[in-house]
């Protein structure tokens, strides 16, 4: 395989430049998928049938808990990504972890929150508006439970193996998994939460 | 007992029993003659682990030959059934499962895979590249699309074929009407197959992008790679729709939810909307392809250059945008009102444009060329004239105010069979027989495939254009009979005829790959068609790496250049070629997900858990797995080089 050394260890080569650009294109497929759960929701939002509506449901504090959660956790990839670049495996190893964490508080409060929705008569059957509620919350959890169990992986590997083209590339490409997950957060909490309780 | 019952099919006939044990009996002839002729081992290796584009390409070819004859089976039925009034073949819930299976048969298990069968083995053969940018992934697609198409072809045998149209509407799908598993193998083969499309389409794209042969800019690109970048770009773009509907229907269905239910905030027409938001651009995934492929005949039968390469590649852009912006044209009468409708007809329309600057490119092309009429040419010719009636039919049909009377006739049957037949299913004809030699070494017999051609074009006008005027009349869609006083009975034999006809043409299509695997010559040259492209400078057959030294391209006719002006199409010398390894696991996963598959549809949950599981775990592996593939050395490319060239 040939390194090229001008280029970031995640790129350096042709096979992990191209594994990068495929996943921007999987990352556009994403998109995708959430910008049509969006508009079924924008659709369905106000049939709420005989089920409670968006303002009778939500609660900011939890979705303020959850939203910092994952934004510190975008943050904390962010500074893993660049500790990797400088090749500090240590610092790198510990972001990475210090991102799984925050991921998992966020998870657990997201499950939190739709064991309430369940108890307080919001479930998947009671309404077109409550199925897409948690349908495109529990697709976005589903994604996080998914990467939660890849980052591991990565750290493990990366823990094993050391800082190489490869491991460089796969971390990479998991912290644009990572921030594509946060920026799909700040349209929930932006367009499901906050206008749902104005 | 009561856990079996389920398995049962609803509405049993003779039709269903012989196919079961027609079905059982090739299984068994299959596994026995595979532990006979001790080729268990052959298959693994060489097939069933393969990450090379050529061979899953080939195995897309196959797969799409044979669902092009249950779709056709499944049509003769139909045809057979309407050919006089009042018949009695069928009654009206097989007449139901028939159409219903017949057209996402031929959409999505027919027309697509062999669209990627093309693509798999041409395009990267076309940008002088080794192999696709992900291999593995790419056998991963063919395996999930396999496996999606197997699942949706035993519902017919094992608890019951989907019976709410291949558009599958709600509420009509919904558990209320559709009480039967049928609805459930919809939403969860399609799923499976769709995934693999999905991966296609993001692992071409990034082929395309990344691995050109040095020179070749995005703008001297040949015309059919050009078509599969846009084609996998609308794939990428229009599937998550897909997965996202097809969920949500798989939870109205099986979890209870009111998606698109009447009662508790549900609505219907989301499902109608999102399906065509998918649907629409699909029309194009199958068409701009088929455009490519007419692109390389005509232009290698005519003996010029593509006439405006520039436009060609505009108007490809220009439809794949506008194929997202039409979808309200298919219920025009479902009523959203006059402004809407208005946009909607403005759009479709529209798209005549860029489609009318390719067919005059094509003409241009014609024009003044030493037109040599192969059988891929009589293809290619063939379609200007039928597939301009089935589309300016559909500007037509994309006229709002008209639809109101042809909405749900058989004028709009007529219509898509018009542009799908001749756009896609003779470019898909033209590309089998063109690219035939370079996938398997000897030509197809041109006078039977020219009498082919000729018997499945006339045949088509018969099988459809009577459509046109029963539909106009007021002959809808999807009935399962009509009394003779309507008068519909004549177009309707002609349209038997016409379909009967198709039959023999495939046939003698069938009868041609025998004939001429057993008789045609060995001994063809790499470039049989003196055609233009770098697929064509490689040997015959292809060996496992393509290409010995990466081509150096000057032009968008590489080839043709480097026979005209003697270009120097392979400079420098052997080095050792970096390949990727098989696996088994695409394969072993798929299957996985054909029990996963299985058991979701039956709602049998402990398997569903255990093969989700099991899908995660493969999933894993793959992350921990070291691979970085073998190295073929200079000596051994010298050797597959000599031998080839001694052949």
Not at chain 2, 134 to 141: E, G, I, K, T, W
Not at chain 2, 319 to 346: K, R
Not at chain 2, 616 to 642: A, Q, W
Request: net charge neutral.
């Amino acid at each position: 395989m040939k390194i090229d050394n001008s280029l970031p260890l995640e790129y350096s080569t042709e096979e992990n430049s191209n594994k990068i650009l495929g996943f921007w294109i999987f990352l556009g497929a994403e998109i995708m998928l959430f910008a049509t759960l969006f508009s079924a929701y924008f659709t369905l939002v106000d049939r709420t049938g005989t089920g409670p509506t968006g303002a009778e449901i939500f609660e900011i504090a939890p979705v303020l808990i959850e939203t910092i959660l994952l934004l510190t956790s975008s943050f904390t990839i962010g500074l893993g990504i660049h500790a990797m670049r400088l090749g500090n495996k240590k610092a790198m190893l510990t972001f990475f972890t210090i991102t799984l964490l925050l991921g998992l508080g966020f998870l657990s409060f997201e499950i939190f929150e739709f064991v309430h929705y369940v108890h307080i008569g919001a479930g998947l059957q009671t309404s077109a508006f409550t199925a897409i509620l948690l349908t495109t919350l529990g697709t976005h959890g589903a994604h996080v439970t998914f990467g939660l169990f890849w980052g591991l992986f990565i750290i493990l590997q990366v823990k094993k193996r050391g800082l190489t083209p490869e491991t460089a590339n796969k971390s990479f490409i998991f912290s644009l998994y990572w921030h594509f997950l946060d920026v799909v957060w700040i349209f929930i909490f932006s367009f499901v939460y906050l206008k749902g309780m104005m | 007992m009561d856990f079996f019952n389920r398995f049962a099919i609803p509405h049993p006939s003779p039709a269903i029993y012989a196919s079961m044990v027609a079905i059982g009996i090739t299984v068994i002839a299959v596994i026995a003659g595979l532990t006979y002729f001790k080729k268990w081992g052959y298959l693994w290796r060489e097939w069933l682990t393969t990450v090379d584009h050529k061979r899953i390409g080939i195995m897309y070819l196959i797969s799409a030959l044979l669902m092009l004859f249950r779709g056709g089976v499944d049509a003769i039925m139909m045809r057979a059934q309407l050919a006089v009034p009042e018949n009695k073949l069928l009654d009206a819930q097989h007449y139901n499962e028939i159409f219903t299976t017949h057209g996402i048969v031929m959409i999505i298990f027919m027309a697509m895979p062999f669209i990627m069968a093309l693509m798999n083995f041409v395009v990267p053969l076309q940008i002088g590249a080794r192999d696709v940018a992900f291999p593995r992934l790419n056998a991963l697609s063919f395996w999930l699309f396999f496996m999606g198409a197997m699942l949706f072809n035993i519902s017919f045998i094992i608890g019951g074929s989907p019976d709410a149209g291949w558009t599958s509407y709600f509420p009509l799908a919904g558990t209320e009407f559709s009480e039967s598993v049928g609805s459930n193998y919809y939403m969860i083969a399609i799923q499976i197959a769709g995934i693999g499309t999905l991966m296609t389409g993001i692992n071409f794209i990034t082929t395309i992008l990344k691995m050109r042969a040095p020179g070749m800019t995005l703008m001297k690109m040949p015309m059919f790679t050009w078509s599969s970048l846009v084609t996998n770009a609308i794939i990428v773009f229009a599937f998550p729709v897909l997965t996202v509907l097809l969920l949500m229907g798989t939870m109205d269905r099986l979890f209870g939810t009111h998606f698109f239910t009447t009662t508790n905030g549900g609505m219907d027409m989301l499902w109608a909307n999102f399906f065509w938001v998918w649907g629409h651009p699909e029309v194009y995934i199958l068409i701009l392809p088929a455009f490519g492929i007419y692109s390389e005949v005509i232009s290698t039968f005519a003996r010029r250059n593509l006439y405006g390469y520039k436009s060609m590649v505009g108007s490809m852009v220009i439809i794949s945008l506008l194929s997202f912006l039409v979808w309200t044209h298919h219920f025009f009468t479902m009523g959203q009102g006059a402004l809407t409708n208005s946009i909607f007809s403005i759009t479709t329309m529209a798209i005549a444009v860029p489609t009318g600057v390719k067919l005059f490119n094509w003409l241009f092309t014609l024009w003044k060329g030493k037109i040599e009429v192969t059988t891929p040419m009589l293809y290619a010719l063939l379609f200007i004239p039928t597939f301009t009636i089935g589309g300016v039919t559909g500007v037509m049909l994309g006229m709002s105010a008209a639809d109101y009377q042809y909405h749900n006739t058989m004028f709009l049957v007529a219509h898509f069979h018009m542009v799908i037949i001749p756009g896609v299913v003779f470019a898909m004809l033209a590309g089998l027989t063109y690219y035939w030699p370079k996938m398997f070494g000897f030509m197809l017999n041109e006078k039977i495939g020219k009498w082919s051609a000729w018997i499945i074009a006339i045949s088509t006008l018969l099988a459809f254009i009577p459509m046109f005027f029963s539909g106009l009349d007021g002959q809808a869609r999807r009935m399962y009979t009509y009394s003779e006083s309507t008068g519909f009975g004549p177009w309707n034999m002609v349209s038997f005829i016409g379909a009967a006809g198709l039959a023999v043409g495939f046939a003698l299509i069938v009868y041609n790959i025998y004939y001429s695997t057993r008789y045609a010559s060995r001994d063809i040259a790499a470039d049989p068609w003196d055609a233009r492209s770098l697929e064509w400078a490689t040997h015959t057959p292809v060996p496992a790496y393509n290409f010995a030294i990466l081509p150096q391209v000057n032009s968008s006719e590489a080839l043709w250049d480097a026979k005209k002006h003697g270009h120097e199409l392979f400079p420098g010398k052997y080095e050792k070629i970096h390949m990727p390894n098989n696996s088994g696991v695409p394969f072993i996963m798929s299957c996985i997900f054909f029990v996963w598959g299985f058991s979701f549809v039956f709602s049998i949950w402990i398997p569903l858990i255990l093969t989700t599981i099991g899908i995660f775990v493969c999933m894993g592996l793959r992350s921990f797995e070291k691979d970085h593939g073998h190295y073929i050395t200079v000596d051994e490319i010298k050797e597959t080089e000599n031998n080839l060239r001694g052949a």
